[in-house]
């Protein structure tokens, strides 16, 4: 006989107080971000968090197309953000919806807010986040590769943008929600902000989260971002040492 759980049955917490896969509340899945990978595209990324696998290509900035889009004072900054069919445990069908064009929309703005664009009026810098595999907080994922992908391709920026994940299950504060937490836990907070400002570019919610939770959970993002930041940097750093160690040879 199949007994099927309702949301609030299922447990998310062991005995010990630790996460379904071993993690403490606080504590990050494992995080891996590779730049340069695509030699087509003028800047690129490639992001492993936790089971999420993401690939970023960056174009631009060139001439916006259809030239009635071209703003006379900046680059416009295109995110456009894909699941592909075989990324979730159900086929995804192909091509944008409501979900997929709300969070092109919430990247291109926190991308916008750290590229210089008034340096390039009448440009558009494309940015593709394909995600191959999804495992809970894809959005947040694919815009901090997209960072590193659009600093790899050397447009000037002001800052990087780096972001998590913070959300509540069986009433406790927890970062990074797992996708587990994230279907069945009581809250999702995905958070951007740039490095250096801690300015917000980037903030949502789902369910409910008390005042004193919030805090809690913007707090812990805060201090996750630095790690994730440096994460970034590495990435960037490793890459271009590589090229410079190939181009002195
Ligand atoms: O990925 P993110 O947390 O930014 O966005 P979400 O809308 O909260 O989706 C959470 C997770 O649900 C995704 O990361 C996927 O693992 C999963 N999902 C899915 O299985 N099928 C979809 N069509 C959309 C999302």
Sequence with gaps: MIILGTASDIKL????????????NEELRPIKIETGVLNRADGSAYIEWGGNKILVAVYGPREAYPKHTQNINK?????????AAFSVDERKRPGPDRRSIE???????????????????????????????ADAGTRIAGLTAATVAV??????????????????????????????????????????????????????????????????????????TKRINEIQREALSTRFVAEIEEGGE
Aim: charged share 25%; aromatic share 4%.
């Design 13 to 24: 917490l062991t005995k010990d107080g630790r996460r379904l896969d071993g993690r403490t």
């Design 75 to 83: 680059a416009i900054v295109k995110a456009r953000y894909n699941m």
């Design 103 to 133: 969070i092109s929309k919430v990247i291109s703005e926190a991308l916008d807010q750290a590229i210089m664009v008034e340096q390039f009026p009448r440009t558009q810098i494309d940015v593709f986040i394909e995600v191959l595999q």
């Design 151 to 224: 600093a790899s391709a050397g447009i000037p920026m002001k800052d990087f943008v780096v972001g998590c994940t913070a959300g509540k299950v069986e009433g406790k504060v927890v970062l990074d929600l797992s996708k587990e937490e994230d279907n069945f836990g009581q809250a999702d907070l995905p958070m951007a902000v740039l490095s250096k400002s801690g300015k917000v570019v980037l903030l949502q919610m789902d369910g409910d989260l008390s005042v004193e939770e919030f805090d809690q959970a913007t707090e812990m993002i805060l201090t996750a």
